[in-house]
């Protein structure tokens, strides 16, 4: 069902990493790539389907499942007005948007893989999208958790540790810390579906032991953020040769991901409300204009804690590596 010639996935990277060629060249080195659907648009992310559908290699779709709950707007409204000091008026952001979660699954009928982060799909949308075809994987951070999406009847499951890069799939974003090791938490979840390990991976040796532990393939994200085929950022691509520390926050988003500490993480993330996505609207403003001018301290630089061993190159390349093939 999951069955690669190198156990290998290039994980969905929202925000601009994911592109079709990385998904592409990822297939092609026999490996596997997801095109990540969160924060696009219904049309773009048909328009990627599409492309990667006509380039004849077997691919998958992620989709970001919504937690429909508005945040509470005093946060929201309070986090404004820190936020407002340093970069000036911001706009009222909305404090809740579903990311146009029934399109996409639409959408994702019939694509090859499709996996689910942020939490549990509707148990008829994982029956419908193997009725259709395709082979549906549900993230988890815990063995409580792993528990309940099997009780959903997914083909496998992504088990994503608290090392890994982003935004954690936790479906407890106040208790998630960061902790934990993908080695630990394979060892913890119940394996009556094939696991899928994430985190923390960027060698060859990181993705063997989780083989030989009993992963069916390894996820890896960060490692590919310096490929040729990646959309990652110019400011993100030179912080990752930094050798700056990773932190797990939720000053860019109000939801915890690990990234390369800067000056926005330091400064806002003791005071950022849990409130997904109201502070991802909230930030882009600031976070879009820090890109445009290349400064890095603004920007969300989601990266995982083997960060420092990630190495440009063709995404092939950088794929048959951590398969252990050169
Ligand atoms: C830049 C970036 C964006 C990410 N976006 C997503 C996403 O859209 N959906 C998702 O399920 N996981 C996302 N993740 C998490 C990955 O699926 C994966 O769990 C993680 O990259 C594994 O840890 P590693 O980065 O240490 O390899 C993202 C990770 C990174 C680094």
Redesign the pocket.
Known sequence: MIELSRPVVV?????G??TVALVVEAARAGGLG?L?A?YKTPDATAREVAAARAAGVPFGL?I?VPDTTPADADDVAKYRTRLERDHGPLPEPPLADDDHFAEKLRIAAGVPYV?F?FGLPPADAVAGLRAAGSTVLI?VTTPGEARRALAFGPDAL?A??G?????S?TYDPAGHDGSGTAIELLRDVPRTVPVVA?????TAADVRALLDAGATAV?????F?LADEAG?RAAHRAALTEGRETVVTRAFTGRPARALRNRFTDAYGPYAPLAYPAVHHLTAPIRAAAAARGDAESINL??????ADARPGPAGEILRTLAGCN
């Open positions: 994980a969905p990277m929202a925000g990493p994911s997801f990540a969160g992620n970001f996996s982060t993230t992504v994503q540790a090392t890994a890069g982003g935004h799939g994430a985190g923390g991976t960027g996820q890896a994200g960060t490692a953020l990652t989601w990266a995982g804690t083997a960060h």
